[in-house]
């Protein structure tokens, strides 16, 4: 659930309505007190997922755009009201011909990719229906319909649509948070209903003890407040909580020189608070819950402190709000183990959702079942048939055997020969001078040799 923040100065930032046009107010300080190693000028800083789908074509189209110098300088010039309008976008039509085609490339394999992924999940939920509406949703970062020319049309719904994403990440991290927390409870609930009574009650004392032991911890510092600041001026950066200075805090912290503390660089400040509530060795302390409230530690600062909304503070932003008196005297910050994340009607109505998905999915088994049974039984009705075709067969071969060779007698001589089948020189014999056969009965007389010397 880690929150991942939006692109740095690097990535123009225009799709995120993140403007980084200005340079950082110079502070000398001296870096080598603090501890850790600084950024060194030059140094290329890897730019951190937006966590939109379309994040790596978003990368891709600033890139280009940064190249072409005329684009770049109405972009240093622009307000984000500018860019939210879709003024800036007007300016794509005078960039160069070989930044245009670049474009046209990139959304052309944007948009191939977009028709794989939802073919892909088209086949997948064929037999449950298919929303259309939530397929069309995932070309709104571009146009459709022209899906071979990059247009100032397309770079204005780029815009627009990753700044709306970004504006709703963090109402939807929120529900997706206290689905997590009820799933959690529900869990639990359903584990206790398979212990007997005493095994039970040694659980639920065993839950109450844990939810204690991690309800135990120092007070957390406001986030943003001045006590918050100095405590990581002091442990993590090594220097005199005494000589706390909010100019060369925001310089030390500034990690990537640009004059801006992004979503990243604040939530970095809230280590130090969090780890007096969380530690990854205490079965009783839930990770997952420890970066919701890292995140909404840096979600309410944003609110504080960022005046134009740009999920940006400058250095002027900075300073006013460390002159307010909340600044000076803040509540102290209430932890997630001490708020209700959800109701009990909210969990009821959640557990009717998974009962139904359950009912669903114990059909669509069932389903399953008996189309895998009936195979089952058409693959046994067919070996059945096989083996009696087998069998047909069988005999069939064996019958063509005895008539085609007859059996014989002990001397290996044919006990009969089949009619018309005589050997040549078997032809019986006739009488001498005589053509005719022999009546019945007649025996043959040999016959005279008239060359034998009788005496």
């Not at 977009?114 to 449950?128: F, G, N, P, Y």
């Not at 044919?414 to 009546?439: C, I, R, S, T, W």
Request: hydrophobic share 30%; glycine share 4%.
């Amino acid at each position: 659930m880690k929150w991942l923040p939006v692109l740095p100065q690097q990535c123009l930032l225009l799709m995120t309505c993140l403007l980084m046009a200005l340079e950082a107010v110079p502070i000398d300080i001296d870096k080598t007190k603090v501890k850790g190693e600084g950024h060194v000028e030059g140094e290329k800083v890897e730019n951190p997922d937006t966590g939109l789908y379309y994040d790596e074509y978003l990368r891709q189209v600033i890139d280009v755009l940064e190249t072409d110098k005329h684009f770049r300088e109405k972009l240093q010039t622009a307000d984000i009201e500018e860019i939210k309008s879709g003024k800036l976008s007007r300016e794509l039509d005078l960039v160069s011909h070989h930044v245009r085609t670049r474009l046209d490339e990139l959304k052309r394999q944007e948009v191939a990719r977009l028709r794989m992924l939802i073919k892909a999940k088209m086949d997948s939920v064929q037999d449950t229906g298919i929303d259309h509406q939530a397929l069309l949703k995932q070309f709104e970062h571009l146009n459709h319909q022209n899906p071979d020319t990059f247009e100032p049309k397309d770079l204005d719904m780029l815009i627009k649509a990753a700044t709306s994403d970004l504006e709703n990440y963090d109402k939807t991290r929120h529900e997706e948070f206290k689905k997590y927390e009820m799933m959690k409870e529900h869990e639990r609930r359903e584990y206790l209903k398979t212990l007997d009574e005493e095994k039970r009650k040694r659980e639920e004392s065993k839950f109450e003890e844990m939810k204690k032991k991690h309800g135990d911890h120092p007070k957390v510092h406001h986030p943003g407040s001045k006590d918050q600041l100095k405590e990581v001026w002091e442990e993590a950066d090594g220097l005199d909580p005494n000589e706390f200075d909010p100019k060369t805090f925001f310089k030390l912290h500034d990690v990537n020189n640009d004059g801006f503390l992004d979503e990243q660089e604040l939530e970095a400040l809230f280590t130090k608070e969090l780890e007096k509530v969380y530690d990854p060795k205490n079965e009783e302390d839930d990770m997952v819950e420890m970066e919701e409230e890292r995140l909404r530690m840096r979600e309410h600062v944003m609110n504080e402190v960022d005046i134009n909304k740009d999920r940006l503070v400058t250095l002027e932003e900075f300073l006013r709000a460390t002159e307010k008196k909340e600044f000076l005297e803040p509540d102290s910050w209430e932890t997630l183990d001490q708020q209700q994340l959800f109701t009990e009607d909210e969990l009821k109505e959640f557990e009717n959702h998974i009962s139904q998905q359950e009912d669903e999915l114990r059909k669509k088994a069932e389903e399953l079942q008996k189309q895998k049974e009936e195979l089952q039984r058409q693959h046994d009705q067919l070996q059945a048939q096989k083996q009696e075709l087998q069998q047909v067969v069988k005999q069939m071969e064996q019958k063509k055997l005895q008539q085609g060779n007859p059996p014989a007698g002990p001397a290996g001589e044919l006990k009969f020969q089949p009619p018309g089948e005589h050997k040549v020189g078997d032809a019986p014999k006739h009488p001498v001078g005589g053509d005719q056969p022999l009546p019945p009965g007649h025996v043959q007389e040999p016959a005279v040799r008239t060359d034998q010397v009788h005496p």
